[in-house]
Nanobody
Framework: EMQLVESGGGWVEVGGSLRLSCRLSGSTYSAFAMAWFRQDPGKEREGVAVIDSYGKKNYAESVKGRFTISKDNAYNTVYLQMNDLKPEDSAMYYC????????????????????WGQGTKVTVAS
């Protein structure tokens, strides 16, 4: 059974940085597209960044130039480096994995990933 475990969330001041990690276990990591989503209470879940099995990356417009997704196949881990954080970046961040080849739908990161982590909370203090 696949498991996704996120870590790295926390509290940071405006303009600060955080790096989130998500480790996949129980399956063949390299075959999966991996994505980061975020959700605030009362809001829709938003795709933030995605990396497919070939290493192609896509980002939400709101984080382009500030966030970077990367993966380390040796450690079955995907990272989200978040720089220049803003209060509106505060949310619960979730890692997701699926065997998608096409990770974008209508210009946005698809949300129908099958496998999800429990989330890690990011708070950006203004």
């Amino acid at each position: 059974e696949m498991q996704l475990v996120e870590s790295g969330g926390g509290w940071v001041e405006v303009g600060g940085s955080l790096r989130l990690s998500c480790r996949l276990s129980g399956s063949t990591y390299s075959a999966f597209a991996m994505a980061w989503f975020r959700q605030d209470p009362g809001k829709e879940r938003e795709g933030v960044a995605v990396i497919d099995s070939y290493g192609k990356k896509n980002y939400a417009e709101s984080v382009k130039g500030r966030f970077t997704i990367s993966k380390d196949n040796a450690y079955n881990t995907v990272y989200l480096q978040m720089n220049d954080l803003k209060p509106e970046d505060s949310a619960m961040y979730y890692c997701a994995a699926d065997l998608w080849v096409e990770t974008m739908v209508n210009g946005k990161i698809r949300t129908d990933f099958a496998n999800w982590g429990q989330g890690t909370k990011v708070t950006v203090a203004s």
